[in-house]
């Protein structure tokens, strides 16, 4: 079991990494496409996720379900920008931990971690829905900042609108922009 696991885990963040690295392309944020998740590769995250391999969903869920927490999502989302739970911060006038606005590039690097991730997950089931319709049951209870949270839900809204090909001359066009 743990071979296969092990194997199982190297192949779906193999093949996660390549789609985003392929939707990156697209967007124009090639660079951010080169270097996403290479923590992947971590010992923290890499052997969390072997161990609690399913195939079908991110091991960190299993990683919850069996000690409450996730070792490996703690290590990744703290070194990965495209993550909106890196973006939060102390408040010094709250004194509350507060979302923070993520800037639009990392914001674009995570839709299209969403995008790949649907695909990967979903396999032939995946429509251009999947990432809206994943993203939607959570929204009101995510720590994000109001102004990314629109910005994501409007580039997914997008893609399950008008598809691939004009979500990215939209976001494309958007880096002109920025």
């Not at 193999?14 to 944020?29: D, Q, S, T």
Request: hydrophobic share 30%; net charge positive; aromatic share 14%.
């Amino acid at each position: 079991m743990y071979i296969k696991n092990f194997f199982g885990h190297l192949h779906t963040i193999n093949k996660h990494r390549h789609k985003v690295i392929a939707n990156c392309f697209k967007a124009g944020i090639i660079w951010r496409g080169l270097n996403h998740d290479l923590s992947k590769y971590s010992p923290t995250e890499f052997w969390e996720g072997v161990k609690y391999y399913q195939g079908n969903r991110s091991p960190n869920e299993g990683e919850r379900e069996a000690k409450g927490y996730s070792d490996a999502w703690m290590h990744h989302k703290g070194r990965n920008r495209h993550h909106f739970e890196y973006w939060t911060d102390y408040d010094p006038k709250t004194k509350a931990v507060t979302p923070i606005e993520m800037p639009v590039i990392f914001v674009i690097e995570m839709f299209c971690d969403r995008v790949a991730a649907s695909k990967t997950y979903n396999k032939k089931k995946y429509d251009d829905s999947k990432p809206l319709s994943y993203f939607l049951p959570g929204k009101e209870r995510r720590m994000i900042h109001p102004a990314t949270s629109e910005l994501l839900e409007k580039l997914l809204v997008m893609l399950a609108i008008k598809g691939e090909k004009e979500t990215f001359k939209y976001i494309r066009s958007m880096n002109k922009k920025n």
